[in-house]
């Protein structure tokens, strides 16, 4: 991740399983206040979150969706903006 005053720059691998059964992924943030949000939903594996608050830690998730609607969660990993 790239960590920037007010921004967060994210990429991530798709799971190797079930590859091509992948409709789009989820990106979710979470501050320390507990408050969670969708920031991203689509198919591609990069986004740049913006509009942060700086010298803030920011948990993110990525949740992938398959065609079936079942979904696969990404391990979730904490970032700090710049101050």
Same mark, same amino acid.
Request: glycine share 6%; net charge positive.
């Given at each position: /991740?790239?960590?920037?005053? *007010?921004?967060? =720059?994210? %990429? &991530?691998?798709?799971? @190797?399983? *079930? /590859? =091509?059964?992948?409709?789009?992924?989820?990106? #979710?943030? +979470? @501050?320390? @206040?507990?408050?969670?949000? !969708?920031?991203?939903?689509?198919?591609?594996?990069?986004?740049?979150?913006?509009? $942060?608050?700086? *010298?803030? =830690?920011?948990? $993110?998730?990525?949740?992938? #969706?398959? !065609? !079936?609607? %079942?979904? $696969? &969660?990404? =391990?979730? *990993? +904490?970032? #700090? @903006?710049? $101050?």
């Amino acid at each position: /991740a790239v960590c920037s005053v *007010n921004s967060i =720059e994210v %990429s &991530w691998r798709p799971p @190797t399983k *079930n /590859a =091509e059964r992948i409709d789009r992924y989820k990106l #979710m943030i +979470a @501050t320390g @206040t507990g408050v969670v949000k !969708d920031v991203y939903q689509g198919s591609e594996t990069r986004f740049r979150i913006v509009g $942060l608050k700086p *010298n803030t =830690e920011y948990i $993110l998730c990525v949740k992938c #969706m398959y !065609d !079936d609607g %079942s979904f $696969l &969660w990404s =391990e979730s *990993n +904490a970032y #700090m @903006t710049r $101050l």
